[in-house]
């Protein structure tokens, strides 16, 4: 089992940048692809990010092309989703997931935190 917390939300102005983290607890945390996903206020959740096992395959949804970028740190247990030239419909709560295989888009995950908040003011 893996447990994921995320970090690094807040309120930052339009066009600014932020980091996000999640750290995972257990010892086979590279065994998982982790993905991060986001929920607006009224909206469902979103695909945003994942990133396979080794770090070696990424995918993103369009919206968030050339502005996110995700990483990870199988050392550190942790994954990071660098985010670049914020929108005000950016602002979501973030989650981040774990799953035992990795889908460019995956329809479900193993393993979710509890989300962090980003608030981006226009």
């Known amino acids: 089992q893996v447990q994921l917390v995320e970090s690094g939300g807040g309120l930052v102005q339009a066009g600014g940048s932020l980091r996000l983290s999640c750290a995972a607890s257990g010892r086979t945390f590279s065994s998982y692809a982790v993905g991060w996903f986001r929920q607006a206020p009224g909206k469902e959740r979103e695909f945003v990010a994942i990133?396979?096992?080794?770090?070696?395959?990424?995918n993103y949804a369009d919206s968030v092309k050339d502005r996110l970028t995700i990483s990870r740190d199988n050392a550190k247990n942790t994954v990071y989703l660098q985010m670049n030239r914020l929108k005000p419909e950016d602002t979501a709560v973030y989650y981040c997931?774990?799953?035992?295989?990795?889908?460019?888009?995956?329809?479900?995950?193993?393993?979710w935190g509890k989300g962090t908040l980003v608030t981006v003011s226009s």
């Open positions: 990133t396979s096992r080794t770090g070696a395959n990424t």
């Open positions: 997931a774990a799953s035992s295989y990795y889908r460019s888009v995956p329809p479900t995950m193993d393993y």
